[in-house]
């Protein structure tokens, strides 16, 4: 969970930085929604998975794919929320939020290969 952190801030610093040096047109101006939701759904994810690992080992493959089926179901119904309310531009924060969502994945994907290696 450290390491989760860890890179959301890092990535609250680029995105603060990018702000501040003026390449904001990259970014949306709910980028910080975003960064918070994932933020928020990687320690869901991180929990129950936690819960798996300890309970029985045998369970650890449904709750994995419980957590990649709540990711995705959240996800979408986050989306449709904002596009729902009337977004400036809709495609750059779906563009946003999909490169935070394949950033997120992968950083969780690298560090469950990390864990399950190590075990």
């Not at 702000?19 to 933020?39: E, K, N, R, V």
């Not at 959240?74 to 309310?85: E, P």
């Not at 495609?91 to 290696?117: D, Q």
Request: glycine residues 6%.
């Amino acid at each position: 969970m450290l390491r989760t952190l860890l890179a959301s801030v890092i990535l609250g610093i680029v995105f603060f930085l990018a702000q501040y040096f003026h390449y904001g047109s990259f970014l949306h101006p709910y980028i910080w929604y975003i960064l918070i939701f994932f933020f928020g759904l990687s320690f869901f994810a991180h929990r129950l998975m936690e819960f798996g690992l300890r309970n029985n080992r045998e369970k650890f493959v449904t709750f994995y794919i419980s957590t990649i089926v709540g990711r995705i179901v959240l996800s979408l119904v986050f989306i449709a929320l904002f596009l729902y309310q009337g977004l400036s531009d809709s495609f750059l924060f779906v563009t946003n939020f999909f490169a935070l969502y394949l950033f997120y994945t992968c950083f969780e994907i690298y560090g469950l290969y990390r864990n399950l290696r190590r075990d």
